[in-house]
């Protein structure tokens, strides 16, 4: 029979702590177990998972990677130190099992173990709250990172990286839905696809998820790869929609909100467009329509207000047609401004 994982486990914990308060005197503010072990899910290959935190005044910090040979089994540990910012940072994102679900094992004193709890209150009060922009924003980051994977895929003719690219961009799509569902993940890889089970996920995701992992030709791999993007890009959208809508209300009555864009608009593209038009410069066009609806999306972006869109109006062989289409933006743009009692900043130069 061979040694128990809780024996086993005990021994490095008192190996860590004694290392600690011997070697790490002074530079160690607070140890603790999450993961597997701490949730008592471990089993004979599991390793320990520990948030060690270092005093922000520390000279040196643990640094721990070995082998352990344990009845015929190597089992490998990582123990290192993180800074209390970066686990503060942890709360309300997908690593919150390092603060939510952390046995706390060691404090170097009172101040830090109160500092701790302090920390677990303020994780625990962020999950009551209802899905906040900033995680929707957060959710988006992800969803950017799973886009320029998907690029890889196509811009590879190498089956096995594609499929690389194709699961590392999977794992991506499952932050954005872990994200969006205001909760985190309570365990490793190994347990990610039961744990996005168990949360709403965008229409026929768990589908794509295993027709990704049993993909072989690059066909396959390209369609499920469009497909889970697809979906989870417009589960993200819906999703923002909800968050955005209370706010946008405040937005409408502020006039400060629009305060400069009209103006900005203007200075930026406005005599671009007449240029262009009277010279019929098509890569010119190209160019400013791209700008200027990334300008736009900008604003939405910066303020979550719905804002016109122009590129739809881009047609090379018809220029007049990018002209009306910016003058229908302008005069949105300005609607926005008389809604809110505002006029366009136009100045006498002979004043200036």
């Known amino acids: 029979m061979g040694i128990s994982t809780d024996i086993r486990n005990n021994v490095l914990i008192r190996w860590l702590v004694q290392l600690t308060e011997t070697d790490y005197a002074g530079q160690i503010d607070f140890i603790g177990l999450t993961g597997s072990c701490a949730a008592g899910k471990e089993d004979e290959y599991s390793d320990l998972d520990l948030v060690i935190i270092a005093n922000e005044n520390a000279e040196k910090t643990i640094g721990e990677c070995f082998l352990v040979d344990w009845d015929g ?89 594609a499929k690389d690219r194709l699961t590392g961009m999977m794992l991506m799509l499952t932050d954005v839905i872990c994200v969006l569902n205001n909760t ?107 700008c200027a609806q990334n300008f736009l999306e900008e604003l939405e972006a910066n303020t979550g207000m719905p804002m016109p869109v122009l590129y739809r109006d881009l047609d090379v062989k018809n220029l007049k047609k990018l002209a009306q289409g910016f003058e229908r933006v302008e005069q949105e743009i300005l609607a926005e401004y008389h809604a809110r009692g505002l006029e366009a900043d136009l100045r006498d130069y002979k004043k200036l």
């Open 73 to 161: 089994i190597r089992i490998g540990y990582d123990f290192y130190t993180m800074s209390w910012k970066r686990v503060e940072n942890m709360a309300g994102t997908t690593w919150a099992s390092h603060i939510a679900d952390v046995v706390p094992l060691w404090y170097a004193d009172d101040i830090v173990k109160n500092r701790w709890m302090e920390l677990v209150k303020r994780q625990q009060e962020i999950m009551a709250q209802p899905l906040s922009e900033k995680q929707i924003h957060t959710a988006e980051e992800s969803l950017k990172q799973a886009k320029q994977l998907l690029a890889d895929i196509f811009l590879t003719e190498e089956i096995l990286w």
């Open 184 to 290: 985190y993940y309570k365990y490793g890889i190994k347990d990610r696809i039961a744990e996005i089970e168990q949360m709403e996920t965008p229409d026929n995701f768990m589908q794509l998820w295993h027709e990704a992992m049993d993909a072989e030709r690059m066909e396959e791999i390209r369609i499920v790869a469009v497909s889970a993007c697809r979906v989870t890009e417009q589960f993200w959208k819906d999703k923002k929609e909800t968050v955005m809508a209370l706010k946008m209300e405040e937005l409408r009555r502020d006039p400060g909100t629009v305060d400069g864009w009209y103006e900005e608009f203007f200075s930026n593209y406005k005599n671009k467009v007449v240029r262009l038009l009277e010279q019929n410069d098509r890569e010119m066009a190209c160019l400013v329509s791209f």
